[in-house]
């Protein structure tokens, strides 16, 4: 079953809007409801003088990726005419009324863009985005995302002894803690949730931030080199969850240390452990042989999970631009290499972690179907 997020905003017609192509509209908001599991769940009305209404709405996966999904529904319902458990049909709409509207659309130059924040709480991921839906040639309706960003949470949005409860769980690892340091260093490095209030399973804590596309836990190991028994048990866990131990977790390209972050926590120099560390990640396969691509025809990005390592050619070489439309298409990425992963991709200016290349082989040997493709051929898709 696909995961539901929650969508909430304003949809605003923009363009000139006559009551006629209101009219024509209204209908369509009835359908695009649907079942009342995905889609526009409650919305206001409109008229010439109200083009802006609040709406409440779900996605599967993802709000926007449903929005991209509306023209395939609205068919597929048109076709099929669903009946409600009486018999009596669902909606009334017609082809011939969904055609009329394309058109007045398309010949007005309408369009319908819905400004919204969407929370995904099974995957993670809390974003703001604008995008608009238009019929350019009048044969079909498209949804183009214009703006997206995540929405950071701050510890400010939670309750104190929720930023406690993350402290007791990392100081509990450590023999020898100073407190006020790693409470700074848990505000600055530690996603904020209230999870280690709710929770002390530790299978489910290392789950929910790999869910989240977030890993803590080998950025503390690096810091504060845990050493109780405590710790030994906490990593045999993570090692079940992602196949290796924490400090095996994550390539040097994903440890991007800021000093500013850390204030007054001092910071060991780890240049020389980091050139050497470097030489490790780089992959082997940089020269020759080639990476051990896995060629592929088609690409299901909703519902699939990524990681991505390496230098990537495509969004200036920003990878948290191409995480974003990852998840703007419904797919997740996360930070290190599970048997929930289903596609590993290599950036194609090289630099792959052959770290995450060795656990994807380890996962392999177990029965996972992970594919290891290039940049280039998840832009295809995308």
């Not at 192509?21 to 209908?27: G, K, L, M």
């Not at 042989?289 to 088609?298: A, V």
């Amino acid at each position: 079953m696909a995961n539901i997020s929650s969508a909430s905003g304003k949809i605003t017609l923009k363009g000139d809007w006559t009551q006629e192509a209101i009219d024509a509209f209204e209908p369509m908001l009835d359908v695009w409801g649907f079942y009342g599991e995905y889609g526009i769940q409650d919305c206001g009305g409109f008229d010439e003088e109200h083009l802006t209404s609040d709406f409440f709405g779900c996605g599967r996966w993802s709000f926007s990726g449903t929005l991209e999904s509306f023209e395939d529904w609205t068919r597929d319902w048109l076709k099929e005419k669903p009946k409600n458990p009486n018999g009596e049909l669902i909606h009334t709409l017609t082809e011939e009324q969904y055609e009329n509207f394309l058109k007045i659309m398309c010949e007005n130059n309408l369009v319908i863009e819905v400004d919204f924040e969407d929370v995904e709480e099974s995957c993670g991921g809390h974003i703001h985005e604008i995008g608009q839906s238009t019929s350019e040639d009048g044969s079909c309706i498209t949804y183009e995302t214009m703006e997206c960003e995540d929405i950071v949470p701050s510890w400010d949005e939670y309750e104190r002894s929720s930023l406690e409860a993350a402290v007791d769980f990392f100081e509990n690892f450590l023999s020898d803690a100073d407190r006020k340091k790693l409470r700074k260093w848990v505000k600055n490095h530690v996603m904020p949730t209230d999870i280690f209030e709710e929770c002390d399973d530790y299978e489910e804590i290392i789950t929910y931030f790999g869910d989240y596309g977030e890993d803590p836990f080998y950025r503390f190991c690096r810091k504060f080199y845990p050493d109780t028994e405590e710790w030994d048990e906490f990593t045999g866990e993570y090692e079940n969850v992602y196949g290796c131990l924490v400090e095996e977790s994550v390539d040097d390209e994903d440890c991007d240390y800021d000093e500013e972050d850390y204030d007054d926590v001092d910071l060991e120099d780890d240049d020389e452990d980091d050139e050497d560390s470097e030489d490790e990640d780089v992959n082997a396969w940089d020269t020759e042989p080639q990476y051990p691509l896995d060629e592929i025809d088609s690409l299901e990005i909703s519902g699939s999970t990524f990681v991505l390592t390496g230098d990537f050619q495509n969004c200036d070489g920003d990878r948290n631009q191409v995480k974003e439309m990852i998840e703007a298409k419904g797919g997740r990425c996360t930070g290190a290499v599970s048997g929930k992963t289903n596609y590993l991709v290599l950036g194609d200016f090289g630099s792959a972690g052959a770290k995450k290349i060795d656990q994807v082989m380890g996962q392999r040997a177990k029965g996972k179907d992970i594919k290891i493709i290039a940049e280039y051929d998840l832009f295809r898709f995308l």
